[in-house]
């Protein structure tokens, strides 16, 4: 079935003119993007986006998409042997992107990275994109990627478009026990497949793409940001949302650590889903949430379990909700993240208070005796991504929360797999613009681990001033891993991003939208560059973006972490491959 895909704009000009009507109530003026210490809110509002690369009927191709595939390219990427496997010609009604017919040129980069890269036939606009995967990968859909996204620019064939399987078939961690094949999803496939794509894109085209991108949320937010730090000038304009980019301490330390405090000492579940609403409905009455029940600032609120605790003698029930001391202690837990014998963190982050209706299957079973995604996340990752030699036997129980085991498991990986470099310097000066955005109530990758690693780029970048002019981060109350949940999930932070690069126009501000089932837009809210929250400040309709104005987060602005680890710069420096393994390079732990 073809996905309805439309050049989706979030900052119409209706929208945008109430927007700022309701700014200027509030504030008398429109505001520039200030350093994080001045407390100015920034302005909000985006003109319209620019016109496409190419001219206005699109780039013809120069050659046939059978003759692609009789071309010899195995020399036409210094280092990077490559083959096409097959190049057919699909027509538009057959396109699950869009109504555009295409070249569908399909390959593998040495030793076994398979890609897709689909080639408009009419309608070319000289510009390229790359779509990130989820998960750990392992399958090819170009198309699967691009739909996860919701609102993208593919209805008229203007992107070139493609992806790959990171170099690996299977879902799980098993590849991780080839040294190639683990490096190949660590940091490098996204990087040989730009420069294949590129090579390609030329042949049929007859000349160079004018711009590319970078899309990507989860797995895709880490390839994201990979790029911009090692690779930087692959890509001109890179989105990065909900990015695992703090791989190796999320998969182990974050996961293991809610895990085990859902399955406190091994025993069954203290929570279940049936608990899930009335606890949302504790937090939301303890975090003073509005009526609509979307808390804008989560990581201003501290409630606290205890205060619902049961009674000596009381019973938890459906109409009068209360926790059981176990119950208390997981969710401490739960939302203090995992920490070491001395109280540091493992992970910088932790799951936010109004997150609790995402749990359900990642979190919390839906019985005492189930099994949750951590549980499974946990499992791949210590068995097969993080020693030296399998571990078959290992499980989420196996994991230490102590500084001994955070150095076991951080000193030979964190080079490898992680995106943690706040230095962008490189992709800076490249000209490089960067929109990272996560939804406030992810359940799978803490939100708090996104802002801590933007402010060690603004620390790294010169302050929040110097560092807007080329990144921004977005925050979406209330929005689950990559979307769902119960806020605005959708925007189009990818026409922002071309805007952005192509008439150098910063989103001070992201539409967000609450669609149904039918396609219509329910509610819709603005995000602001972090630390601004969207707050009602006017009395309007909470499903409306005028009801919205920017106010400076104290929480967000003054967040600091006691994390035993760091964002750092010269990760490539930390080891090497020495005989098919990676060797810490000494002082670099």
């Excluded at 000349?207 to 090692?230: I, K, M, N, V």
């Excluded at 790294?460 to 925050?475: D, H, I, K, P, V």
């Amino acid at each position: 079935m073809r996905m309805p895909f439309r050049w989706c704009r979030w900052s119409s000009a209706t929208v945008m003119a109430a927007l700022a009507a309701a700014l200027a109530l509030v504030t008398g003026a429109g505001l520039a993007l200030a350093d994080t210490a001045a407390g100015d809110a920034p302005a909000y509002g985006s003109a319209t986006a620019g016109a496409p690369s190419g001219t206005a009927s699109g780039i013809e191709p120069v050659m046939s998409c059978s003759g692609i595939g009789g071309l010899d390219l195995a020399a036409a990427v210094p280092g990077v042997p490559f083959e096409v496997t097959s190049a057919t010609e699909v027509a538009a009604d057959g396109n699950t992107l869009g109504d555009w017919a295409y070249c569908d040129v399909k390959g593998v980069i040495a030793p076994q990275i398979h890609f897709e890269l689909r080639l408009p036939r009419t309608g070319w606009q000289a510009d390229y994109l790359q779509l990130g995967c989820g998960g750990l990968c392992g399958s090819v859909s170009t198309a699967g990627a691009a739909a996860s996204y919701g609102c993208v620019p593919l209805t008229d064939g203007s992107f070139a478009v493609a992806s790959s399987d990171e170099g690996h078939s299977q879902g799980g961690g098993l590849f991780s026990t080839d040294a190639t094949l683990r490096a190949d999803f660590g940091y490098r496939s996204d990087h040989l497949l730009a420069q294949v794509a590129k090579v390609l894109l030329k042949h049929y085209y007859g000349r160079p793409a004018t711009h590319a991108y970078f899309d990507g949320c989860s797995q895709g937010g880490h390839q994201a940001l990979t790029e911009a730090q090692r690779y930087p000038t692959d890509f001109d304009g890179i989105v990065a949302g909900a990015p695992a980019n703090n791989f190796t301490a999320l998969n182990t330390f974050s996961h293991a650590w809610t895990a085990q405090s859902v399955f406190l000492d091994g025993g069954p579940a203290t929570l279940t889903t049936a608990d899930l609403a009335p606890l949302h409905e504790a937090v939301l009455k303890g975090c003073g949430a509005p009526a609509d029940g979307i808390i804008a600032d989560p990581l201003s609120c501290t409630w606290d379990p205890a205060s619902i605790k049961c009674r000596a003698g009381r019973t938890s029930t459906a109409a009068d909700f209360c926790l059981t001391s176990d119950q208390v202690t997981t969710l401490r837990r739960i939302y203090a993240g995992p920490t070491d014998e001395h109280g540091r963190l493992l992970y910088p982050g932790y799951q936010l208070r109004g997150s609790e209706l995402n749990w359900a299957g990642i979190i919390v079973p839906t019985t005492a005796t189930g099994t949750t995604g951590d549980q499974n996340f946990v499992k791949e990752t210590v068995r097969y991504q993080v020693f030296d030699e399998p571990h078959p036997e290992l499980t989420y129980r196996d994991v230490k929360f102590t500084t001994a085991y955070f150095k076991k498991i951080m000193r030979p990986n964190e080079g490898l797999y992680d995106a943690t470099d706040p230095d962008l310097s490189a992709f800076e000066k490249a000209g490089g613009k960067l929109i990272l955005w996560h939804g406030l109530g992810d359940q799978h990758i803490p939100a708090v681990g996104t802002m801590a690693y933007y402010k060690a780029v603004q620390k790294t970048m010169g302050g929040a001033a110097a560092t807007s002019t080329f990144a921004r981060l977005f925050l979406l109350p209330g929005v689950a891993h990559c979307g769902g949940g119960q806020g605005p999930d959708k925007l189009d932070a990818l026409t922002a991003i071309v805007d952005w690069v192509t008439e150098d126009r910063a989103p001070d501000s992201l539409l967000t939208e609450t669609v149904d089932s039918n396609g219509t837009t329910v509610s819709s809210r603005p995000a602001f560059p972090f630390p601004y929250v969207a707050e009602n400040t006017t009395g309007g309709s909470a499903d409306s973006p005028s009801s919205y104005t920017p106010v400076r987060s104290a929480a967000e602005a003054g967040l600091t972490l006691n994390w035993l680890g760091s964002f750092r710069s010269g990760y490539e420096k930390a080891g090497q491959w020495v005989h098919g393994k990676w060797v810490v390079t000494p002082g670099k732990a």
